[in-house]
């Protein structure tokens, strides 16, 4: 899919004379079904790979542990590693012993789903992390709100709105003060940064990766010039340590992502705590 | 396309804030497809494989525990009964050896008595022996000395109760003799 993108860079590049940087736009690709803009919208690439991590998901989990051996193939202890990652790590360390068994399936879609989303970036081809589109990071992050928001008023009832707006041990004239930032910052801004905190470090990286293709083709073969053909290279390589640290990247926002959402539900459950 | 992408970007850049809702929709709705198959099937799979392990593996050590309880109980029994039949047989030893000393002392006692009894028995039948001996050789050697003398002297010593005297003198002058010589031996 980046043939059509890049090829379009190439001829605004001819046509006005010089290198012009990839733009935010580029990020979106051309649908792929195009009829179906009648309804609203094409069918994009972003929603094809949305839809390919949840098969993609759900058949290596259910391979590798379709035979729940007690003595695990390679196979199945990789994806018992990863379970029990979410499981102890994200679930049991922050929800504590008490309540985490009915939220470690949340936390494994969200770890997972939020992984695979980001790691199609890095997939020759794919290079497309779902979540450098804004929509489905407002689509998790505004699940994972509701859930949270939910599950505190159904614990703590009404009580749940002065526990998370009044904050406890503060001189009584400041309240007017802190309780509408605690509002502001607890229920509007949490959700958008958790949204945004995903989404902007996904699009850095994937206008990296862009730029670093786009300017590599432009100086090797728009330009003429032994000079223009090396810097060329020059920025091919200097783009596999880049790719290297976006796979970081990846897997790290995917973690910080799942992280929050354990923090945000045990924020909800243990609300008096806080 | 191309065409497109040279408009889209004439028309300025996409706000990348804003969301397409499809996208959103998509995401959404495979978010939660993927949330009810992990709820349903793989999650509760992956709990169970890590249950069974679990099972398998305490299960294992219990039984390995219990082995070991029983094997401790029959070596302390074993040990008990070992303990027992060294007293039993040591018992048994001191009662032989008992029993014997009885038995030995008994037959001693009773081979002394016989030994005893024998010797007396033997005893009394010599001298009962030599007593009618003595008599018979009292009468005999008289008779004979008489015939002898007789013989020899003729018939003067016919008269009985001088006869009868010269031999009583003799036998009594013998014993004396005979004493004088056992005294001497």
């Given at each position: 899919?980046?043939?059509?993108?890049?090829?379009?860079l190439?001829?605004?590049?001819?046509?006005?004379?010089?290198?012009?940087?990839?733009?935010?736009?580029?990020?979106?690709?051309?649908?792929?079904?195009?009829?179906?803009?009648?309804?609203?919208?094409?069918?994009?690439?972003?929603?094809?790979?949305a839809?390919?991590?949840?098969?993609?998901?759900?058949?290596?989990?259910s391979?590798a542990?379709?035979?729940?051996?007690?003595?695990?193939?390679?196979?199945?202890?990789?994806?018992?590693?990863?379970?029990?990652?979410?499981?102890?790590?994200?679930?049991?360390?922050?929800?504590?012993?008490?309540h985490?068994?009915?939220?470690?399936?949340?936390?494994?879609?969200v770890?997972?789903?939020?992984?695979?989303?980001?790691?199609?970036?890095a997939?020759?081809?794919l290079?497309?992390?779902?979540?450098?589109?804004?929509?489905p990071?407002?689509?998790?992050?505004g699940?994972?709100?509701?859930t949270?928001?939910?599950?505190?008023?159904?614990?703590?009832?009404?009580?749940?709105?002065?526990?998370?707006?009044?904050?406890?041990?503060?001189?009584?004239?400041?309240?007017?003060?802190?309780?509408?930032?605690?509002?502001?910052?607890?229920?509007?801004?949490?959700?958008?940064?958790?949204?945004l905190?995903?989404m902007?470090?996904m699009?850095?990286?994937?206008?990296?990766?862009?730029?670093?293709?786009?300017?590599?083709?432009?100086?090797?073969?728009?330009?003429?010039?032994i000079?223009?053909?090396?810097?060329?290279?020059?920025?091919?390589?200097?783009?596999?340590?880049?790719?290297?640290?976006?796979?970081?990247?990846?897997?790290?926002?995917?973690?910080?992502?799942?992280?929050?959402t354990?923090?945000?539900?045990?924020?909800?459950?243990?609300?008096?705590?806080? | 396309?191309?065409?497109?992408?040279?408009?889209?970007?004439?028309?300025?850049?996409?706000?990348?804030?804003?969301?397409?809702?499809?996208?959103?929709?998509?995401?959404?709705?495979?978010?939660?497809?993927?949330?009810?198959?992990?709820?349903?099937?793989?999650?509760?799979?992956?709990?169970?494989?890590?249950?069974?392990r679990?099972?398998?593996?305490?299960?294992?050590?219990?039984?390995?525990?219990?082995?070991k309880?029983?094997?401790?109980?029959l070596k302390?029994?074993?040990?008990?009964?070992?303990?027992?039949?060294?007293?039993?047989?040591?018992?048994?030893?001191?009662?032989?050896?008992?029993?014997?000393?009885?038995?030995?002392?008994?037959?001693?006692?009773?081979?002394?008595?016989?030994?005893?009894?024998?010797?007396?028995?033997?005893?009394?039948?010599?001298?009962?022996?030599?007593?009618?001996?003595?008599?018979?050789?009292?009468?005999?050697?008289?008779?004979l000395?008489?015939?002898?003398?007789?013989k020899?002297?003729?018939?003067?010593?016919?008269d009985?109760?001088?006869?009868?005297?010269?031999?009583?003198?003799?036998?009594?002058?013998?014993?004396?003799?005979q004493?004088?010589?056992?005294?001497?031996?």
């Amino acid at each position: 899919m980046r043939g059509p993108a890049l090829s379009s860079l190439a001829l605004r590049a001819a046509e006005e004379g010089g290198f012009q940087p990839p733009t935010i736009s580029e990020t979106h690709l051309p649908e792929i079904f195009p009829w179906m803009a009648e309804w609203g919208t094409g069918f994009g690439k972003n929603m094809l790979m949305a839809l390919l991590a949840v098969l993609l998901i759900i058949a290596l989990f259910s391979f590798a542990i379709r035979k729940q051996a007690l003595v695990p193939s390679r196979t199945q202890w990789i994806a018992e590693s990863g379970y029990a990652f979410v499981r102890n790590t994200l679930g049991r360390d922050i929800l504590g012993e008490k309540h985490f068994r009915p939220w470690v399936p949340l936390l494994f879609t969200v770890f997972f789903f939020v992984l695979f989303n980001n790691i199609f970036g890095a997939i020759p081809f794919l290079q497309l992390p779902t979540f450098s589109h804004a929509g489905p990071a407002y689509a998790m992050a505004g699940m994972i709100w509701l859930t949270w928001v939910v599950l505190g008023f159904r614990m703590h009832g009404a009580k749940y709105l002065k526990l998370v707006t009044v904050p406890s041990g503060v001189p009584k004239y400041l309240l007017p003060l802190l309780v509408p930032l605690e509002f502001l910052s607890n229920f509007i801004i949490r959700p958008v940064t958790h949204s945004l905190r995903l989404m902007a470090v996904m699009l850095a990286g994937h206008i990296i990766v862009m730029l670093a293709g786009s300017a590599a083709e432009y100086l090797i073969v728009q330009q003429e010039g032994i000079a223009n053909t090396g810097l060329g290279v020059l920025i091919l390589l200097g783009s596999i340590p880049l790719y290297f640290l976006e796979l970081v990247m990846m897997v790290l926002q995917a973690f910080v992502f799942a992280l929050l959402t354990a923090i945000y539900i045990q924020g909800s459950i243990e609300a008096e705590a806080h | 396309m191309i065409s497109a992408s040279l408009i889209q970007a004439a028309e300025g850049d996409a706000n990348p804030l804003a969301p397409n809702p499809w996208e959103l929709l998509v995401a959404a709705l495979g978010f939660l497809v993927l949330l009810f198959v992990v709820i349903k099937w793989i999650a509760p799979k992956f709990e169970q494989a890590y249950q069974n392990r679990v099972e398998a593996i305490e299960g294992g050590i219990n039984q390995a525990e219990e082995a070991k309880a029983e094997a401790e109980a029959l070596k302390a029994e074993y040990q008990k009964q070992l303990a027992e039949s060294r007293a039993e047989a040591s018992r048994i030893r001191d009662e032989a050896r008992a029993e014997a000393g009885q038995i030995v002392a008994e037959a001693q006692e009773k081979a002394a008595a016989e030994a005893s009894r024998i010797r007396e028995q033997a005893q009394a039948q010599i001298q009962a022996e030599r007593a009618a001996a003595a008599a018979q050789l009292k009468t005999d050697v008289g008779s004979l000395a008489t015939d002898l003398a007789s013989k020899i002297i003729g018939e003067a010593l016919e008269d009985d109760a001088r006869s009868q005297r010269v031999v009583d003198r003799f036998l009594a002058d013998l014993d004396a003799e005979q004493q004088t010589q056992g005294a001497a031996q």
